[in-house]
């Protein structure tokens, strides 16, 4: 059974108070199973990534190690908290257009930027090459027809990839925050898919 988000009746909607922060956050409605796979995948991110980056090099200060926790937890749960039913109804909603996600892809260049200032020495090209790949890819989905979308923004992922590992060299510790970054973005984001049910099969 397929479910159009456009046509579901009785979206649900945030409630009041810091639930309904919440609900804004990852989507109204969601069931118990998907904030398990939310969150328990993302805390345990945030916990492992300073431990591991910390095992590759002593050389990161504590202050580093927190904004690695903070973008392990951002981009883990929001990978797996954007791939949700309810995150689908919420944010491909009516009324949610292009504008929107432009800029929820456009906010997460201030990460880009952080790690190219903080973590990278001032890396422009780093800077420049990655924003402006992901703005570009993200007109591309946009502009895509839906049942190309998903498709489309697979291989634009896989670009990415392409380009961290072999043009620009990933940072040691942090190899994994272009891949999580364009993933959460690009793939789990971006494409509007079908909202499933628990009992659709």
């Not at 479910?3 to 649900?12: F, K, L």
């Not at 050389?59 to 791939?83: K, R, S």
């Not at 291989?155 to 190899?175: H, Q, R, T």
Request: glycine content about 10%; some cysteine.
């Amino acid at each position: 059974m397929v479910v159009n988000m456009q046509s579901m009746p009785g979206m649900p909607q945030p409630r009041s108070g810091w639930r309904g922060n919440v609900d804004r956050l990852i989507g109204p409605g969601a069931t118990s199973a998907e904030l398990l796979v939310q969150f328990v995948p993302a805390v345990a991110m945030a916990i492992a990534a300073p431990l591991y980056a910390k095992s590759v090099s002593a050389d990161f200060t504590g202050w580093q190690l927190g904004l690695i926790a903070f973008f392990a937890l951002d981009f883990m749960g929001g990978t797996l908290t954007n791939a949700t039913a309810a995150a689908k109804r919420w944010f491909h909603r009516p009324g949610q257009g292009w504008q929107q996600h432009l800029g929820f892809v456009a906010f997460h260049l201030c990460h880009i930027a952080v790690v190219a200032i903080a973590f990278r020495g001032i890396d422009w090209g780093f800077l420049i090459s990655m924003s402006s790949y992901l703005l570009l890819a993200t007109g591309v989905i946009l502009a895509s027809l839906l049942y190309l979308q998903r498709s489309i923004a697979l291989g634009l992922f896989i670009l990415a990839l392409l380009g961290d590992c072999y043009l620009i060299a990933p940072m040691p510790g942090l190899e994994w925050f272009v891949p999580l970054l364009f993933l959460k973005l690009l793939v789990s984001h971006l494409p509007k898919e079908n909202a499933y049910q628990p009992g659709d099969r």
